[in-house]
């Protein structure tokens, strides 16, 4: 396992709509947990600005980009050196826009920022992903195949289901950093869950997770900073 304090695998989600209701969430789980994630909902809603003003209100809070970049290198580039400005200490692209473009993503990321890559999305179901990429068939083996490429161009880790990361740590080992979603503790009841192959945190870190995302679990809790606690207690 690797060498990451509890709190510091830790990330919660920020998915709301605008920055009233992000500031509202950040303020109780400030401290209490080791990142904010922001995506697409909340960056295309607010701009850089949810990021500047997420660092003032939670300075010691790490924040990962979650904008899942995926275009011609020129522009994957251009958007990165544009993001290296707001110096998140992560952000992700796709792994199926190409070693070129995960290349220009790794050499424009600010120094402090770790450059996840996304293989493929589990929102695509056996049948869509054969039809994307018929010769890899295996199970898991276009998900090798994009992870292996994103470690090539430089990328530090991966996005990851529960499903595939004992196979990519076993894979990769060390060199990809894994971060999983889809994570339900025992103690959670998460109404009309859509996340259907769940792992619990300690199973997940046992598969070689590195860093947690987990959101409803504490966001639905009621108190959240009480569930964010709980969760840090089981990453021990
Ligand atoms: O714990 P919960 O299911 O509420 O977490 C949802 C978060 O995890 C969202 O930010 C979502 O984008 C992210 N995520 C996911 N499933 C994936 C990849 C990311 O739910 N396969």
Known sequence: ??????????????????WAAA??????????????KVGLELFVSEGPEAIRRLRALAPETKIFLDLKLHDI????????????RLKPEMLTVHAQGGPA????????????????AVT????????????????????GQLVKTLAGRAKEAGCHGLVASGREAALL????????????????????????????????PAEALRNGADYLVIG?????AADPAEAADRLVAELT
């Open 73 to 84: 290198p020129a522009t994957v580039g251009l958007a990165m050196a544009a993001a290296a």
């Open 120 to 139: 493929v999305l589990t929102s695509l179901n056996p049948a869509e992903m054969e039809e994307l990429s018929p010769e890899q068939r295996a199970p």
């Open 101 to 116: 473009m995960l290349r220009a993503a790794v050499a424009k990321a600010a120094p402090e920022t770790m450059v996840l």
């Open 216 to 220: 409803r679990p504490i966001r639905d």
């Open 23 to 36: 500031e509202k969430m950040a303020r109780i789980l400030n401290g209490h947990v080791g990142w904010f």
């Open 169 to 200: 740590k076993e894979t990769f080992g060390a060199d990809l950093r894994l971060v999983i979603p889809g994570i339900r503790p025992a103690w959670a009841r998460v109404a009309g869950d859509d996340q259907k192959r769940t792992a619990t």
């Open 1 to 18: 396992m690797s060498d990451i304090k509890p709190v510091d695998r830790l990330i919660f989600p920020l998915d709301l709509p605008n």
